[in-house]
């Protein structure tokens, strides 16, 4: 019972705030029809600022629970300006092109944002450990977990359902939901779909800076770390198919759950069980467990 | 006209001749290149230390401000040209780096690295491209174990000795310790470091279990939450671990307010580096080591070297140096004093086989420690190896170790000849503790 219940706990914590970046990576495929290998730069970017945040309120003299204001700071100061400047600059240049064009396109950026951070930030890691250490742990089964994953989980419920509401349930998500069905009719309708693109792309970008954001405080943020949340993120998008928010839910709390278990029962498994699992999907269903169903065009 | 051309060609192979034999030509500059990890997540723990502890031992030298009995300028009177390049970016680079660095730049020596992979990834090439390097930190012992070389050179002992040292510390520190388990990275360094435990452990105490749920997770991975959960369900009493860089930084803040270091003992071998940086937030009651003598484990070793880099290093950089500032800075020092030596017996400057000559089997007093290289044909250091426990040392504002312990070379390395793990498995014969 004990351990089910931490494979639980551990496997929710992991797929939280890769639910959350890969969420943002997900809807700006899902509509701009961009494979956004810079996200992992949004990542790195909200994990820098949000962990020198930290480390200024801190030193201003605000508690350690209170240093948590400079995640949503981050996140959106990020995502918006940085988001801004790159889908006016160079995302709005590749809308329509070829695909391999997109990627190595957005792969270059990666590179050159990764590369601004250790001009900016320096190549030593940032700590900003004040809000793990102000949460209280929690005994469940029979080990304590620290109060800030928990809150972690809980952010990736809100955001999820935030999401949800807003695609499904607003006049936003009907001129998305247009757009996904055929942006060709959906101009024709008179929807600025220049303007939505924009909006989507800086709400992902807002969504990959506060994964990273989020897990600043509980890591030594160095450079070159964002490297490993693409990837993964890249796997759950696939997994759960590309474009779809179930989809990255699904697939983000697979392998937070395949990980968990691995390491918790059989760690030698650990490093492969992932990426078999994304194999899996790539041979049985290409277009991931949950991809959105395709309009045919007549 | 026939006879001036005679006259030319028996000038010019004489001279030819002159320069192959040549002990003693004149050289106004040695040029180095310095290689430790400038970017990336073992930058700030490792690479810039190590970085800092080369230049600050070079400008000295340099200026012949070292210490007596090293006060004399350059190597051999030559002054050292150092260009500082960055070991990120995967074997494969550091490989293309290594042959740019001696075949465009034709550089005099190289010295770093301090990653285990870019230490098994050279020294094929190294031996290829016949120029002097020293191997500064990385630990795996197959470096020196796998295959004689002639080029190469480690001036700190490599990583059996860590392990070895800490199965005995923990024998005689904590005789109580029924059941292990270990949490270590992916690749050479971290299997060969637990295996060198384990096997260490199974001979000194024979009634302490390993776990059966050992971690490996991946190099720089950075979220730790499900090994730490698996380490707290783990009715192991001690967990070891040899991570270093970000890794073990990020995994002390993620398992201190899960309570792991209060409910176990935790033994990080490479632990050394943390100190300084993390002050008040290093948990205390850690056993750490720093990869031998070096950093807070000698902080009051009171000889004239080690306060003089102890000073200069805080003065320099406005903080105290870890091992890997020691251990590159002890590097810089080794080729010092080979030249030296290699130029006193040629009568001038030495050419590289002499240099390499002086080096085999050099012994010689470092910053914090007597270092011989007497293990691999006299291409790798051996050097006494401490362990000690953290606490935080209120008076002095600072994290500092209690019950150190320092065991010799002879006792936690291996005789020359013979390999780590034969070594270990015969019961460690030989061991002089």
Same mark, same amino acid.
């Given at each position: 019972?004990?351990?089910?219940?931490?494979?639980?706990?551990?496997?929710?914590?992991?797929?939280?705030?890769?639910?959350?970046?890969?969420?943002?990576?997900?809807?700006?495929?899902?509509?701009?029809?961009?494979?956004?290998?810079?996200?992992?730069?949004?990542?790195?970017?909200?994990?820098?600022?949000?962990?020198?945040?930290?480390?200024?309120?801190?030193?201003?003299?605000? =508690?350690?629970?209170?240093?948590?204001?400079?995640?949503?700071?981050?996140?959106?100061?990020?995502?918006?300006?940085?988001?801004?400047?790159?889908?006016?600059?160079?995302?709005?240049?590749?809308?329509?092109?070829?695909?391999?064009?997109?990627?190595?396109?957005?792969?270059?950026?990666?590179?050159?944002?990764?590369? !601004?951070?250790?001009?900016?930030?320096?190549?030593?890691?940032?700590?900003?450990?004040?809000?793990?250490?102000?949460?209280?742990? !929690?005994?469940?089964?029979?080990?304590?977990?620290?109060?800030?994953?928990?809150?972690?989980?809980?952010? =990736?419920?809100?955001?999820?359902?935030?999401?949800? !509401?807003?695609?499904?349930?607003?006049?936003?998500?009907?001129?998305?939901?247009?757009?996904?069905?055929? =942006?060709?009719?959906?101009?024709?309708?008179?929807?600025?779909?220049?303007?939505?693109?924009?909006?989507?792309?800086?709400?992902?970008?807002?969504?990959?800076?506060?994964?990273?954001?989020?897990?600043?405080?509980?890591?030594?943020?160095?450079?070159?770390?964002?490297?490993?949340?693409?990837?993964?993120?890249?796997?759950?998008?696939?997994?759960?198919?590309?474009? =779809?928010?179930?989809?990255?839910?699904?697939?983000?709390?697979?392998?937070?759950?395949?990980?968990?278990?691995?390491?918790?029962?059989?760690?030698?498994?650990?490093?492969? !069980?992932?990426?078999?699992?994304?194999?899996?999907?790539?041979?049985?269903?290409?277009?991931?467990?949950?991809?959105?169903?395709?309009?045919?065009?007549? | 006209?026939?006879?001036?051309?005679?006259?030319?060609?028996?000038?010019?192979? *004489?001279? &030819? &001749?002159?320069?192959?034999?040549?002990?003693?030509?004149?050289?106004?500059?040695?040029? %180095?290149?310095?290689?430790?990890?400038?970017?990336?997540?073992?930058?700030?723990?490792?690479?810039?230390?190590?970085? /800092?502890?080369?230049?600050?031992?070079?400008?000295?030298? /340099?200026?012949?401000?070292?210490?007596?009995?090293?006060?004399?300028?350059?190597?051999?009177?030559?002054? #050292?040209?150092?260009?500082?390049?960055?070991?990120?970016?995967?074997?494969?680079?550091?490989?293309?780096?290594?042959?740019?660095?001696?075949?465009?730049?034709?550089?005099?020596?190289?010295?770093?690295?301090?990653?285990?992979?870019?230490?098994?990834?050279?020294?094929?090439?190294?031996?290829?491209?016949?120029?002097?390097?020293?191997?500064?930190?990385?630990?795996?012992?197959?470096?020196?174990?796998?295959?004689?070389?002639?080029?190469?050179?480690?001036?700190?002992?490599?990583?059996?000795?860590?392990?070895? +040292? &800490?199965?005995?510390?923990?024998?005689?520190?904590?005789?109580?310790?029924?059941?292990?388990?270990?949490?270590?990275?992916?690749?050479?360094?971290?299997?060969? +470091?637990?295996?060198?435990? /384990?096997?260490? %452990?199974?001979?000194?105490?024979?009634?302490?279990?390993?776990?059966?749920? *050992?971690?490996?997770?991946?190099?720089?991975?950075?979220?730790?939450?499900?090994? #730490?959960?698996? *380490?707290?369900?783990?009715?192991?009493? *001690?967990?070891?671990?040899?991570?270093?860089?970000?890794?073990?930084?990020?995994?002390?803040?993620?398992?201190?307010?899960?309570?792991?270091?209060?409910?176990?003992?935790?033994?990080?071998?490479?632990?050394?580096?943390?100190?300084?940086?993390?002050?008040?937030?290093?948990?205390?009651?850690?056993?750490?080591?720093?990869?031998?003598?070096?950093?807070?484990?000698?902080?009051?070793?009171?000889?004239?070297?080690?306060?003089?880099?102890?000073?200069?290093?805080?003065?320099?950089?406005?903080?105290?140096?870890?091992?890997?500032?020691?251990?590159?800075?002890?590097?810089?020092?080794?080729?010092?004093?080979?030249?030296?030596?290699?130029?006193?017996?040629?009568?001038?400057?030495?050419?590289?086989?002499?240099?390499?000559?002086?080096?085999?089997?050099?012994?010689?007093?470092?910053?914090?420690?007597?270092?011989?290289?007497?293990?691999?044909?006299?291409?790798?250091?051996?050097?006494?190896?401490?362990?000690?426990?953290?606490?935080?040392?209120?008076?002095? +504002?600072?994290?500092?170790?209690?019950?150190?312990?320092?065991?010799?070379?002879?006792?936690?390395?291996?005789?020359?000849?013979?390999?780590?793990?034969?070594?270990?498995?015969?019961?460690?014969?030989?061991?002089?503790?």
């Amino acid at each position: 019972m004990n351990l089910a219940l931490t494979i639980l706990v551990e496997g929710l914590g992991y797929a939280s705030y890769l639910f959350i970046v890969s969420l943002g990576l997900t809807i700006i495929f899902g509509v701009l029809k961009i494979l956004n290998v810079a996200h992992g730069a949004f990542y790195a970017w909200g994990a820098y600022f949000c962990a020198f945040l930290i480390g200024e309120f801190s030193a201003m003299g605000v =508690s350690d629970l209170g240093t948590m204001i400079a995640i949503p700071i981050a996140a959106l100061v990020v995502g918006i300006v940085l988001g801004s400047a790159i889908e006016r600059t160079i995302i709005r240049n590749l809308y329509g092109r070829d695909e391999v064009l997109i990627v190595l396109a957005t792969f270059g950026l990666f590179l050159v944002l990764e590369d !601004v951070i250790l001009l900016l930030f320096g190549v030593d890691p940032y700590f900003a450990f004040q809000p793990t250490y102000a949460m209280p742990g !929690v005994q469940i089964g029979g080990i304590y977990q620290d109060g800030y994953k928990l809150s972690m989980i809980a952010l =990736s419920l809100v955001v999820g359902i935030i999401s949800w !509401v807003v695609l499904n349930r607003t006049h936003w998500g009907k001129l998305v939901a247009a757009i996904i069905f055929d =942006s060709d009719l959906a101009v024709a309708m008179g929807i600025n779909v220049r303007r939505v693109f924009y909006v989507v792309f800086v709400a992902g970008a807002v969504l990959g800076a506060l994964g990273g954001a989020y897990i600043a405080p509980t890591i030594s943020v160095a450079p070159g770390f964002g490297v490993e949340v693409i990837v993964l993120s890249f796997a759950v998008v696939v997994i759960g198919g590309m474009g =779809s928010i179930a989809g990255a839910a699904i697939g983000a709390l697979m392998v937070g759950m395949l990980r968990a278990y691995a390491v918790l029962q059989w760690p030698e498994i650990e490093l492969f !069980v992932v990426y078999a699992v994304m194999a899996a999907v790539l041979i049985f269903r290409p277009e991931g467990l949950f991809a959105p169903a395709k309009a045919r065009k007549i | 006209m026939k006879s001036m051309k005679y006259a030319t060609a028996i000038g010019a192979g *004489l001279a &030819a &001749a002159l320069a192959m034999a040549a002990p003693a030509g004149a050289q106004d500059t040695v040029s %180095m290149g310095v290689v430790s990890f400038l970017s990336g997540p073992a930058a700030g723990p490792f690479g810039v230390p190590a970085r /800092n502890g080369a230049e600050m031992v070079i400008d000295a030298i /340099n200026s012949g401000s070292l210490p007596a009995p090293y006060n004399t300028k350059g190597f051999a009177g030559a002054t #050292i040209e150092a260009d500082f390049l960055d070991e990120a970016g995967g074997n494969t680079k550091q490989v293309a780096e290594y042959r740019n660095l001696v075949q465009k730049r034709g550089v005099d020596v190289v010295v770093g690295y301090i990653s285990s992979g870019s230490c098994a990834a050279l020294a094929p090439v190294i031996d290829e491209l016949e120029t002097l390097t020293i191997l500064a930190i990385c630990g795996t012992p197959r470096v020196f174990e796998e295959a004689p070389r002639k080029y190469s050179f480690r001036t700190m002992a490599h990583a059996t000795a860590d392990n070895v +040292a &800490a199965a005995l510390y923990i024998r005689d520190m904590f005789p109580e310790i029924k059941s292990y388990t270990g949490v270590n990275q992916n690749y050479a360094w971290g299997q060969d +470091a637990w295996r060198d435990f /384990n096997l260490t %452990m199974n001979k000194v105490m024979p009634n302490a279990k390993a776990s059966d749920k *050992l971690q490996f997770p991946k190099i720089f991975a950075g979220q730790y939450g499900s090994e #730490i959960s698996a *380490l707290a369900l783990d009715d192991a009493e *001690l967990v070891h671990s040899s991570f270093w860089d970000g890794d073990l930084e990020g995994f002390i803040f993620q398992a201190s307010p899960r309570g792991l270091f209060k409910n176990k003992k935790v033994l990080f071998t490479v632990g050394g580096t943390a100190a300084y940086r993390l002050g008040k937030r290093m948990p205390e009651g850690l056993i750490i080591g720093a990869r031998g003598p070096y950093g807070i484990l000698v902080r009051d070793r009171d000889t004239e070297l080690n306060k003089w880099f102890i000073q200069t290093y805080f003065d320099r950089y406005g903080t105290y140096p870890s091992g890997p500032a020691y251990q590159f800075g002890q590097a810089i020092l080794a080729t010092k004093i080979a030249y030296d030596k290699a130029g006193a017996a040629a009568g001038g400057f030495p050419t590289q086989a002499q240099v390499i000559d002086a080096y085999t089997g050099l012994e010689f007093e470092s910053f914090s420690t007597t270092v011989k290289m007497s293990l691999g044909g006299g291409h790798q250091a051996t050097t006494e190896n401490p362990l000690g426990i953290t606490y935080w040392d209120a008076d002095a +504002a600072e994290v500092a170790v209690k019950d150190v312990k320092f065991y010799p070379a002879e006792c936690v390395m291996p005789p020359d000849g013979e390999t780590s793990v034969e070594w270990i498995e015969k019961g460690m014969s030989g061991a002089k503790c």
